[in-house]
């Protein structure tokens, strides 16, 4: 058992799981999207729906696509600083599916490009990212994780982690998921530290790959 686990991670809000671990989700679209994000439309499931308005989970979702953490004293402003920088949203009720009550899916886009993301705020500000860009994935982002979209093709796994072996990183887990044989891929890597900026150069250059991303650590401890 860790400190977090004892006493709850730092935070503005009054719910670990409704305010940090939601401000949390909105990060992970934050630093997907790549850009500053100018509109969202974001479905929240069961409990996020039911109980979100007074639990403050609209307000950390904002906060953390404008790139806010969890204890950023601008939180409980998030909707005007929204309209500063420029970013409309919209919230929905939704039903997910099978997936836990604090759920949420969270469109978001940019100047030139689009996201989805899907996660679950679990517990004490802990998350479970669980689609991107409709693929499933499987990371907490309690460590850096790489993010890859590619053409599915032989040996491309092989060949990412030999480039972030040569980059002197270790990988602690590794998800992949693809639409079909030879479509469209998403892996998610989690390291022990982030890739170099040279690593992640020599990945973006690959022909058979579209989308590159270094999410950094968003949880505490």
Known sequence: MSLLDMIGPVMIGPSSSHTAGACRLGLVAHHLLGEAPRGAVIDLHASFAKTGRGHGTHLALIAGLLGMAPDDQRLPHAFEQAQAAGLTFEFRDADLGDVHPNTARIAVRGDTHTLTVQGSSTGG??????Q??????????ASPTALLRYSDAVGMIARIASTIAADGVNIATLTCTRETR????LLAIELDQALSPEALAFLNRWPDVNWVRMLPKLMDG
């Open 182 to 185: 030879g479509g469209q891929a």
């Open 125 to 130: 500000g802990v998350i479970q990212v669980a």
């Open 132 to 141: 991107v860009q409709g693929l499933g994935v499987n990371f907490s982002a």
